[in-house]
């Protein structure tokens, strides 16, 4: 399950079961409308980012049929079907929107069964790289079982639809139940320089040869935890953004980056960021921010 280097790319590759994929990869949710609801504004931009995503070497791209609704899928479909052989597409099912740009939870069997079925439609696939079973509500994590659900989609992995199983925005406790039922490649939950609850979770899934795939890698800063980034930044030279993921790449080796971007040019600033080199000196000042 380590990672091998590769010269496209920094950080190198990760094994999700049997795939092997880039660990920066790209998050799709920002190629949706406003509030991740209807169409992009420039549909052709949107189209753009996700080429050069893959014309970069980028082979993990992140979405859900939630994006839009079912906008951030056809989007993938439009660009880059059919896919290439190294490209793999992770997607999540376990919430709905509503009219109002909720995102309600829909985890009974049957709300997962259609929903995988909706992404296979959207994404053009006949059977799906990696779902996550997205959990908790937008506060974050929501203590509880999650036996039924991930049950569910372990059924739908035995009949063939989905190749691998991760949870996202879950507990500790929900991520190991979940591997008590099924084997488990990655998980998604929110993390970064600021917010650390999730450290030792890294850590032991790591030692486990299990993803750990930050959202939100620069979200929820303070002013003054905003403020140490950007000093360490021009220190270096170089953006907050740039720093935050080459810290997260620098983290642990089982970290999976996918920045969202609607912008060509500001996806290969995040590639070039990404590779920032940070010294002990750099990491000790950053790792305080979360302490």
């Known amino acids: 399950m380590a990672p091998t280097s590769t010269t496209t790319l920094p950080g190198g590759t990760w094994t999700l079961g049997d795939l092997t994929v880039t660990r920066f990869g790209y998050g799709a949710m920002q190629l949706a409308g406003p509030g991740v609801m209807g169409p992009p504004a420039d549909r052709d931009g949107a189209l753009a980012v996700l080429r050069e995503a893959v014309a970069l070497g980028i082979t993990h791209v992140d979405t859900a049929d939630a994006y839009g609704p079912r906008v951030t899928n056809e989007l993938i479909r439009e660009a880059l079907h059919p896919y290439p052989a190294t490209l793999h597409v992770a997607t999540k099912v376990g919430a709905t929107r509503d009219a109002q740009g909720g995102w309600p939870p829909a985890r009974r069997p049957d709300d997962l069964r259609r929903t995988v079925d909706d992404n296979l439609e959207g994404l053009g696939v006949d059977v799906l790289d990696v779902v996550n079973l997205r959990l908790g509500d937008a506060s974050g994590p929501v203590p509880g079982s999650l036996a039924e659900a991930f049950e569910t989609l372990v059924d739908l992995q035995r009949q063939g639809l989905v190749r691998h199983l991760g949870?996202?925005?879950?507990?500790?406790?929900?991520?190991?139940?979940?591997?008590?039922?099924?084997?488990?490649?990655?998980?998604?939950?929110?993390?970064?320089?600021?917010?650390?609850?999730?450290?030792?979770?890294?850590?032991?899934?790591?030692?486990?040869?299990?993803?750990y795939v930050p959202f939100f890698p620069l979200g929820g800063f303070t002013p003054l935890q905003s403020s140490v980034l950007s000093?360490?930044?021009?220190?270096?030279?170089?953006?907050?953004?740039?720093?935050?993921?080459?810290?997260?790449l620098q983290r642990s080796p089982n970290i999976l980056l996918i920045p969202g971007t609607s912008s060509v040019a500001h996806l290969r600033e995040n590639v070039a960021g990404a590779g920032l080199e940070l010294s002990a000196e750099d990491?000790?000042?950053?790792?305080?921010?979360?302490?």
């Open 231 to 248: 000093a360490v930044a021009a220190r270096l030279g170089a953006t907050p953004m740039a720093v935050a993921l080459a810290w997260l």
């Open 283 to 291: 990491v000790a000042e950053l790792d305080a921010i979360g302490r």
């Open 167 to 211: 949870v996202s925005n879950a507990t500790a406790d929900q991520v190991a139940e979940a591997r008590g039922i099924g084997p488990v490649v990655c998980v998604q939950n929110m993390y970064n320089l600021a917010h650390r609850h999730d450290d030792d979770l890294v850590d032991d899934l790591a030692e486990a040869g299990i993803a």
